[in-house]
């Protein structure tokens, strides 16, 4: 089944698009790239660690996180991925996938066959090259996760990953007013910053009391964003977005 986007609100071409200018023609192949869509429930696996796939997913809609297990089966939460995103576009050149994804909210996933992807890349050299940049962002994005979790303390944790969320979701026109959907549980962000639940909540709590965030539910508000971006040493630049609005 093909995805029915307009090329406006193809969450693909939105995504490709904050970090590399593409073409008519090349939005055209991007818009017809043929796709299976499925719904998947949250909290569910998209694909496993030792997976062999022979198609990649990208996220339409909802939220996702790759993450990585102990032997003891702790969870460690190596980045969260929204709408636009091909979590493991990897496997189109590595045979076995090192890492798992699963679902943090109900998603809409297109999967795309690495033949299809193998021939819109051999037709459209400038595709692969966006791909391949997206790749290398994703390992500035773990480059950045591995500073975070390894050195910043408890508030200043949680902000930086508040503030790239925001970001990235604004570069995908899925922010208004400094405010977001953000479908992610206390249990989810301690798996992400190597924190207990309980000490998730307690950051929380003191960002709230001290203004630096609004929640309602799943809802994020930012009232002062120089303020949380000073807080998390946020700085954009490890995103690369193209489009510096979404940086700002």
């Known amino acids: 089944m093909h995805s029915s986007f307009h090329p406006d609100h193809n969450p693909l071409i939105r995504k490709i698009e904050s970090v590399f200018t593409l073409t ?38 909802g939220f996702a996180c790759t993450y990585k297990l102990t032997a003891g089966g702790k969870r460690q939460i190596v980045s969260f991925n929204i709408p636009g995103d ?30 299809a992807l193998r021939d819109i890349c051999t037709r459209h050299p400038r595709i692969a090259a966006a791909f ?29 990953v508040l503030c790239e969320l925001m970001v990235r979701l604004r570069a995908v026109g899925l922010v208004e007013d400094h405010a977001c959907d953000l479908p992610i549980t ?40 120089n303020r949380l971006k000073e807080a998390g040493e946020f700085d954009p630049t490890y995103l690369h977005l193209e489009n510096g609005q979404a940086a700002a």
């Open 24 to 61: 008519e023609d090349e939005r055209q192949a991007l818009e017809t790239l043929p796709m299976q869509v499925q719904v998947i429930k949250d909290r569910q696996d998209i694909v496993r660690e030792g997976d062999r796939p022979s198609r990649s997913c990208l996220l339409l809609s």
């Open 86 to 115: 091909i979590p493991d576009l990897q496997s189109l050149h590595l045979k076995v996938l090192d890492n798992s994804v699963a679902t943090n909210s109900s998603c809409s996933v297109g999967f795309i066959t690495h033949e």
């Open 132 to 160: 391949w940049r997206e790749t290398l962002i994703d390992a500035a994005i773990f480059r950045e996760w591995v500073t975070n979790v390894g050195r910043r303390d408890g508030m200043s944790r949680m902000a930086h």
């Open 186 to 225: 206390q249990g989810e962000f301690a798996d992400a910053l190597g924190f207990t639940t309980v000490h998730v909540n307690r950051v929380l709590q003191q960002m709230r009391a001290e203004g630096l965030i609004e929640t309602n539910g799943t809802r994020l508000k930012v009232p002062d964003w």
